[in-house]
């Protein structure tokens, strides 16, 4: 059965960083494009980066310069380097492939407060 595991969440302070990662249980993102998305309790799940196969790159203008989306198709693997991060950015952040999208995972908690 396909997985996705998100992790490398936590608390961290305004202007902190966070690296999240998205392992999946086969090779399932190799030649797809990839997302993370965030939800906020009562809000829809919002995109906030992709990267496609060939590697090209899309950013929520929320995060635009900020966070770095990117993929290592050997270890089946998506990553979220998250810097200068805002109060604004506190969610439960999730992977998928864009289309044909799999079982969410259970997301990874970040919360960026003093």
């Known amino acids: 059965q396909v997985q996705l595991a998100e992790s490398g969440g936590g608390l961290v302070q305004p202007g902190g960083s966070l690296r999240l990662s998205c392992a999946a249980s086969g090779r399932i993102f190799s030649g797809y494009a990839v997302a993370w998305y965030r939800q906020i309790p009562g809000e829809a799940r919002e995109m906030v980066a992709r990267?496609?196969?060939?590697?090209?790159?899309y950013y929520a203008d929320s995060v635009k310069g900020r966070f770095t989306i990117s993929r290592d198709n050997a270890k089946n693997t998506v990553y979220l380097q998250m810097n200068s991060l805002k109060p604004d950015d506190t969610a439960v952040y999730y992977c998928n492939r864009i289309f044909p999208s799999l079982p969410w995972g259970q997301g990874t908690q970040v919360t960026v407060s003093s």
């Open positions: 990267i496609v196969s060939s590697g090209s790159t």
